[in-house]
Nanobody, 121 residues
Framework: QVQLVESGGDLVQPGGSLRLSCAAS????????MGWYRQAPGKQRELVAV???????NYRNSVKGRFTISRDNAKNTVYLQMDSLKPEDTAVYYC???????????????WGQGTQVTVSS
């Protein structure tokens, strides 16, 4: 069984910073891409940032220059450093990972439970 556990969500003032973490555990034989998504009330879930196993990254336009995704492959952990936060960044943030869960070449997408980020004065 594979689990993703997120942490780091909080209430922060506009212009502030937060760092989200997501650790994968369980029967893991390898991890390809890891990413962060978010979902605001009444809106669809959207991709925020993604990082490949080789370290290549991609961001949605609205967070470029403010958010930084990184990963520690030895710890099976992905991070999202969020700076210059805006009220429109308020959402539940979910981590996602494409994980090889067996000795064969079998992969599945796994999701964390979500962590609330609220940007408000």
């Amino acid at each position: 069984q594979v689990q993703l556990v997120e942490s780091g969500g909080d209430l922060v003032q506009p212009g502030g910073s937060l760092r989200l973490s997501c650790a994968a555990s369980g029967r893991i034989f390898g991890i390809n891409a890891m990413g962060w998504y978010r979902q605001a009330p009444g809106k669809q879930r959207e991709l925020v940032a993604v990082i490949t196993s080789g370290g290549s990254t991609n961001y949605r336009n609205s967070v470029k220059g403010r958010f930084t995704i990184s990963r520690d492959n030895a710890k099976n952990t992905v991070y999202l450093q969020m700076d210059s936060l805006k009220p429109e960044d308020t959402a539940v943030y979910y981590c996602n990972a494409h994980i090889r869960y067996s000795s064969g070449n079998y992969y599945n997408d796994y999701w964390g439970q979500g962590t609330q980020v609220t940007v408000s004065s």
